[in-house]
């Protein structure tokens, strides 16, 4: 799988918006951008997938840039519950693309 | 509904010794996955089964570690001669096929060697 490139750490006020980046810049054709997250002490939780156009769901929005080379992960409006650790991931469509290849992810707090 | 389940959460032994880890993924998903994470990083992939059949065993680190899973649902992870640096948490995800995009994660086993 291609390889991400994600910030450490950041920290967002909460009930403010959370843009986190993520640059993908060897990402081929057939790759998904996928991502999870990881609460502390838990396991990591899906959040949201897309292949070129942006998307929505009930947890984040995803921006795909036109060249597919980076994507952000918007959250609308953070709460405490959303400090996490954040993963983008890189997926195959293609025979064999079943397991997920993480990175160490960026670490957000949210701060009340 | 019931989510995957992993016992038990914690787990401490002494070197040399043998371990079992189990998972109970969501009933019906017939994709299950083992992954390891050291503190800091992000989980490594270990084993893939497809219902039975253990269909990628390529991230498993020696022949010391070894899983099954029998009857395509519970899935046993075994270590044997267990070393300081096993220690880490064992998660386990499922997923309801194999290029389901989503997959369900447990909470995890934290394995610690003394």
């Known amino acids: 799988d291609a390889k991400t490139t994600q910030p450490n750490s950041m920290e967002s006020n909460e009930e403010e918006p959370v843009h986190l980046p993520c640059n993908h810049s060897?990402?081929?054709?057939?790759?998904?951008i996928h991502w999870y997250r990881q609460l502390p002490s838990q396991g990591p939780e899906y959040v949201i997938h897309?292949?070129?156009s942006n998307v929505n769901n009930r947890m984040a929005s995803l921006a795909i840039a036109e060249d597919r080379k980076s994507s952000t992960l918007i959250l609308h409006r953070a709460t405490l519950r959303d400090a996490a650790v954040y993963y983008c991931?890189?997926?195959?469509?293609?025979?064999?693309?079943?397991?997920?290849?993480f990175g160490k992810g960026t670490k957000l707090s949210v701060i009340p | 509904g019931a989510g995957v389940s992993q016992t038990p959460s914690n787990k401490v032994t002494e070197k040399g010794k043998y371990v079992e880890l189990r998972c109970d993924p969501i009933?019906?998903?017939?994709?299950l996955y083992w992954y390891r994470q050291s503190l800091g990083q992000g989980p490594e992939f270990l084993i893939y089964?497809?219902?039975?059949?253990?269909?990628?065993d390529s991230g498993l680190p020696n022949d010391r570690f070894f899983a099954v899973r029998p009857e395509g649902s519970v899935s046993t992870l075994k270590i044997q001669r267990t070393e300081r640096g096993d220690s880490a948490v064992y998660l386990c995800a499922s997923s309801l096929a194999a290029r389901s995009y989503e997959q369900f994660f447990g909470p995890g086993t934290r394995l610690t060697v003394l």
């Open positions: 897309g292949l070129t």
């Open positions: 991931i890189l997926k195959e469509t293609g025979a064999g693309s079943y397991q997920l290849t």
């Open positions: 089964f497809q219902g039975t059949g253990a269909a990628d």
């Open positions: 060897t990402i081929s054709g057939t790759d998904y």
């Open positions: 009933s019906g998903h017939t994709a």
